[in-house]
Each structure stands twice: as structure tokens, then as C-alpha cells.
Nanobody, 121 residues
Framework: QVQLVESGGGLVQPGGSLRLSCATSGRFFSINFMGWYRQAPGKQRELVATFTNGDNTNYADAVKGRFTISRDNAKNTVYLQMSSLKPEDTAVYYC???????????????WGQGTQVTVSS
């Protein structure tokens, strides 16, 4: 069974940094990481950072200049480097990918289980 597994969350003080990772487990034909999203308590899930048109990236205005998305295709892993963290960045962070299970099959949408990021003094 294919899974996306996030890690790297935790408690950090305002102004601090964290690096989230999203790795894949299981067998699949191909994977296309779409990006990172987050959901704060009582709010809808929102886009944080995504890949567009290959290696181009797109960021939510709230995180521009502070967060960086990257990926290691050899490791089938995507990262989110977060710096200058603010209390409003507190949320559960999810990675999203489209995974093709076999040649000729349409890719399916996959989400990780999420990793909690808490920014507080």
C-alpha cells in the first residue's frame, strides 16, 4: 500500500525554523509531488507551497520569503523548509502527490497523515 509519510513537525519558538519531510512508502509506477498544505484549528485546509509546470514553485502570500519547497526525485521525497516562523503558522501540515500505480493508469490523489507544527513561546 502506497503512503505519504510526513515528519519534522514539532514545537518551535517564534522566529525559529523547521524542516518538514514527506517520504513515500510502497510500490508505485510514478509520483508527482504537488505540494504542501496546512490546516489550522477551525479553518479550512489551505495551500502553502506547490510545484507548477515542472520545477516552478508557487507560495501562499503568507509564507513567501520564509518557506521553501524542494524535492529529491531520487528519494521520492519532498521538503518544506520553514524559517522565521510565526504563531499564525501553527497548523497541521500535509503533503499532496499524484501517484500513478501502473503504466497507462490515471494518477490518484494522495495525502499524508499530517504533521503538527506549533509556533509558540
Amino acid at each position: 500500500q502506497v503512503q505519504l509519510v510526513e515528519s519534522g513537525g514539532g514545537l518551535v519558538q517564534p522566529g525559529g525554523s523547521l524542516r518538514l519531510s514527506c517520504a513515500t512508502s510502497g510500490r508505485f509506477f510514478s509520483i508527482n509531488f504537488m505540494g504542501w498544505y496546512r490546516q489550522a484549528p477551525g479553518k479550512q485546509r489551505e495551500l502553502v507551497a506547490t510545484f507548477t509546470n515542472g520545477d516552478n514553485t508557487n507560495y501562499a502570500d503568507a509564507v513567501k520569503g520564509r518557506f521553501t519547497i524542494s524535492r529529491d526525485n531520487a528519494k521520492n521525497t519532498v521538503y518544506l523548509q520553514m524559517s522565521s516562523l510565526k504563531p499564525e503558522d501553527t497548523a497541521v501540515y500535509y503533503c499532496n502527490a499524484k501517484i500513478q500505480m501502473g503504466s497507462g493508469r490515471f494518477p490518484d490523489d494522495y495525502w499524508g497523515q499530517g504533521t503538527q507544527v506549533t509556533v509558540s513561546s
